[in-house]
Nanobody
Framework: QVQLVESGGGSVQVGGSLRLSCTIS?????????VGWFRQIPGNEREGVAS???????RYADSVKGRFAISKDNAKNTLYLQMNSLIPEDTAMYYC?????????????????????WGQGTQVTVSS
């Protein structure tokens, strides 16, 4: 069973930064799974933010390009999301997710159904 645990969320002012972490059990980060970050506002569908494939290919939603960076530490089985220049529209519950295979979808939008394993989420709140 794959287990994912997020941390690092919190409250920050506009323009601030946060780094989210996601510890993944069973060595899946090092095991070349596709992993990614999603976010969700109550009442809205879950939105893809960024993904990283088993061989390191990264993809981002247009809304976060140039501000967010996804990375992983294979030795620590940990996935990261560095979020800079945060804006109120980034306020959401952030989830990490993993697939069973190496390849990530070509896009990050409307792909939550491709991810089989999910964490419990960590809240990010950006205030002006």
């Amino acid at each position: 069973q794959v287990q994912l645990v997020e941390s690092g969320g919190g409250s920050v002012q506009v323009g601030g930064s946060l780094r989210l972490s996601c510890t993944i059990s069973s060595g899946t980060v090092g095991g070349s799974r596709c992993v990614g970050w999603f976010r969700q506002i109550p009442g809205n569908e879950r939105e893809g933010v960024a993904s990283i494939g088993g061989y390191g290919t990264t993809r981002y939603a247009d809304s976060v390009k140039g501000r967010f960076a996804i990375s992983k530490d294979n030795a620590k089985n940990t996935l990261y999301l560095q979020m800079n220049s945060l804006i109120p529209e980034d306020t959401a519950m952030y989830y990490c997710a993993a697939r069973s295979i190496t390849a990530c979808p070509a896009m990050v939008s409307n792909v939550s159904g491709y991810f089989a394993y999910w964490g419990q989420g960590t809240q990010v709140t950006v205030s002006s």
